[in-house]
């Protein structure tokens, strides 16, 4: 049990198994907790301590874990720190190796800091040591924790470990660290835990980060987005706000985040079924703008991006094939010969139709796109000889396609491909469902 906090008369605090208990002055649980008490600084300071012990145990038992696995070998000192590590590794059948102490210029080793907290609460951190001295300005003047000892654990971070937040924040902004940091803090993101998904006091918060550090708010809106797409459910809808704001508050602020990483968030957010039409149409429009040259590379990976978005036919969008002949015009492809590789991969997952009301496939199929598709995907005939009349936007647009295609050239026998009567049965059923 740690230190008791009395507020009018009424008392609060921490039992062992991480609750914060509340009593009336005479001494009874409170089932329901008022707002002014609620509000207290000392019932805020408790859970930010029970908030950083329970989060502390967690990511000690997924790092010792991670370490079983991988064999590391772990220093006695850091199991003699502090119990939430000896317990961690014990569960996780990891034993600590006495040995000399870690040499302190390892860069690429973690530093280990042990803080205090003054209500008898200690605890041992593993930190990169880029991050290590903004951390404890952190703690120190944020979360009651004082620096006691450190000490090197030669423990080396793998190199194709990727930094998570707010670190990789820190990293996009070299001199103003401390800054994201703080940032980050404020806004409910710690070595702990993250920020509820609450949207309604997030855009308040969203709000407030563009009027004191704009420069932040692409990345807050991107991590956000993350989160809300792994929450899954009711937060998927707002993954795809939050993705497409962040890529505007990324062009509003002149952020320039790398072309592959961007990419892949694109493909990510497109594989989940959470990538909105605009956010697709002004990264079409990001990509080629008048007189820009796009690498080959770029056109793969937007081409790839857009197949990915969809799947099912009410994904597919008026200018889709628009948007990607103009970035196959800025990289120096033929644009008919890019949108039959996009429609080669679309057409096993949602089938072919001869027109519709959104015009995708009237745009998609015109010029050389279908005969390109055809010679790419020669089973695409058959797609066409399984549309009826009314799959077309009219009869004028079904024959064409039936023509171009080359179904018709089957159909008549002027090409061999049809089993023997084949031809009987399709017109039959044409005409049954007219």
């Known amino acids: 049990m740690g230190r008791r906090y009395e507020v009018g ?15 009336n002055p005479r001494g009874k649980k409170l089932q329901q907790v008022p707002d002014w008490l609620a509000d207290s600084e000392g019932v805020r300071r408790l859970y930010r301590l029970r908030r950083a012990l329970t989060g502390h145990r967690r990511l000690a038992r997924l790092q010792a874990e991670a370490w079983a696995a991988a064999g ?76 006691t000892d450190t000490f090197a654990t030669g423990i080396r971070v793998p190199e194709d470990t990727e930094l998570t937040f707010p670190e990789r924040l820190m990293a996009a902004h070299p001199g103003r660290e401390q800054e ?52 899954g459910g009711k937060h998927k809808e707002h993954a795809t706000g939050y993705f497409t704001r962040a890529r505007n508050a990324e062009r509003e602020h002149h952020t320039k985040p790398d072309e592959r990483w961007l990419d892949a968030r694109y493909a990510t957010f497109a594989d989940h079924g959470a990538l909105a039409i605009g956010a697709v149409r002004a990264r079409a429009k990001e990509l080629a703008p008048r007189g820009t040259v796009v690498s080959p590379d ?48 679309i057409v096993p997952r949602v089938g072919l139709c001869a027109g519709d009301a959104d015009k995708f496939w009237g745009d998609a199929l015109k010029g050389k796109a279908l005969d390109l598709l055809v010679e ?21 647009d079904w024959l064409s396609l039936l023509r171009r295609s080359g179904a018709l050239a089957l159909l008549t026998g002027e090409r061999p491909g049809l089993p023997v009567g084949e031809a009987a049965r399709l017109l039959h059923d044409w005409l049954a469902g007219a």
């Open 298 to 345: 770029q056109l793969r990976r937007f081409r790839d991006v857009l197949v990915r978005r969809v799947h099912t036919p009410r994904d597919l969008y008026p200018g889709m094939a628009a948007d990607l002949r103009k970035v196959a015009r800025a990289a120096g492809a033929n644009p008919e010969s890019e949108v039959a590789a996009m429609l080669a991969d």
């Open 72 to 147: 590391t070998r772990v220093p006695l000192a850091l199991a003699e720190s502090d119990p939430v590590w000896r317990e961690a590794l014990d569960d996780a059948g990891v034993e600590p190796v006495a040995g000399p102490p870690a040499p302190d210029v390892d860069e690429a080793a973690l530093i280990a800091r042990t803080y205090a907290h003054p209500d008898d609460h200690t605890m041992t951190l593993l930190l990169r040591a880029s991050f290590a001295r903004h951390w404890d300005a952190l703690v120190a003047s944020q979360e009651d924790w004082a620096l």
């Open 9 to 23: 008369g009424y008392t609060v605090e921490l039992d062992d198994g991480f609750q914060v208990v509340h009593r």
């Open 180 to 231: 994201a940091l703080e940032a980050a803090y404020a806004f409910g993101w710690s070595l702990w835990g993250s920020p509820l998904l609450y949207k309604s006091i997030l855009d308040n918060d969203l709000e407030h980060l563009a009027a004191t550090a704009p420069g932040f708010l692409p990345a807050f809106l991107d991590e956000l987005a993350g989160m809300c797409l792994k929450a």
């Open 376 to 396: 790419r995907r020669p089973e695409t005939v058959y797609d066409v000889l399984r549309l009826i009349p009314d799959d077309a936007s009219s009869t004028e």
